[in-house]
C-alpha cells in the first residue's frame, strides 16, 4: 500500500474573469472546485496508474467533506483524522489574457489533541511493505519536526519514506534520512543556501544529503529534466520537448511515477524512467491532473538516462 500523507490539503477555486484591471468588483463567467494539497495530487496520480493507495492526514469543516467526496466518487481509499477548523481554500482567479491572482490561506490551526489522534492513526495504519510519501506544507500549529517524527517511525520499521517538502520543513525532516527525496531546483538552491547552476554543483548537494542515510536525491529541473544520486552514480535524465499544457503538479506525478515504480521495478533505471514518463505525461493535462497511463507507456521509450 503507498501511504500518501496530507496534513494542509485544499480546496482549490479556480475563478476566470474577463480582465484583471484592479476593479473592486469583478464578474465571475465560471469557476471550478477541485479536491488538491500536493498529497491528494501524489494519491490520484499512483490511483490512475493502478497503484493501491489511501491518503493520510487532517480534515475539517465542509471543505474537508468536499474533499472526502471527491476522492469517494473516484474510488481513492482514505482515512483522514477530522479536526475542529475547516480545511484551507485557495482561490485563483485568471482572466481572458492569463494573468492571475493567486489566495492561499495558511490553514486551519490544530491543536494538540488533534495532531495526538493524527499520529496514532498513522501509527495504526502503516505496515510492514508500504510505501509511505510525505508531500507539502504543515498547518499552523504543527511542529516543524512533525516529518521527521513519522520517518524516525518508518525507519525503526523499516517502512520507506518519500520526502517532498520546502524550506525549513525539508531541512528538518532530511536529517531523519528518509529514503528517497525529490526536491525541485528551488528546494535544492534553499536547502544550499547559494543559486546552483551546473549538474555537477546540483549532484554535489545531493551527495551531501547522503550523509543523513538518503538512499535516493531525485532532484527535478522543470523542463531540463532530472537528475537521481545514488550511491556514487549521478544519473541524468534529460527533459523531453513537450506541447505544454501546464506544469503545475509536475513535481508531485513524478513523486507519484517514483512511488508506484519503486513496487514494481528493481532496477534503478526502471524506476527513474517510469517517474519521468509520469512526470511528462501530467504536463499534457491541465492543472495538475494525472496524465494518461496509454500516454506514460508511451513516453518510456522516449527517456533517455545517462550515467
Ligand atoms: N516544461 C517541461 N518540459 C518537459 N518536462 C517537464 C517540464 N516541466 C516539468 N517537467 C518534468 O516534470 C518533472 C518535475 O518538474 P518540476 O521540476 O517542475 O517539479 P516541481 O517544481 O516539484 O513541481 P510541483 O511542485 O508543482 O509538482 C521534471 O523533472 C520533468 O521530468
Ligand atoms: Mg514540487
Known sequence: MILCVSLNPAVDRTL??????GSAILSVQSSTRDAA???VNVARTVHKLGGEVRCLGLLGGTSGSYIREVL???GIDHAFTPIEQPTRENVKVIADDGQHIEYNEIGPHISD???GAFKDAFYAQVKANDLVILSGSIPPGVPIGIYGELIDY???IKVATILDAAGDLFADALRHGPTIVKPNRHELEQYA???LSTIREFASVAKKMQSYGIRDILVSLGSEGSILVRGDTTYRVAGLALDVKSVVG???AMVAGYAVAFRQFDAITDRLRYASAVAAASCLTEGTRPGDPDQVQA???DIKIAA
Do not use: P, Q, T
Not at 476566470?16 to 484591471?21: K, Q
Open 37 to 39: 494539497g500536493k498529497g
Open 154 to 156: 518508518c525507519n525503526r
Open 113 to 115: 489533541a488533534e495532531l
Open 299 to 301: 513516453f518510456l521509450k
Open 193 to 195: 543556501h547559494r543559486e
Open 72 to 74: 469517494d466518487s473516484e
Open 16 to 21: 476566470f474573469v474577463e480582465r484583471l484591471d
Open 250 to 252: 509536475a513535481g508531485d
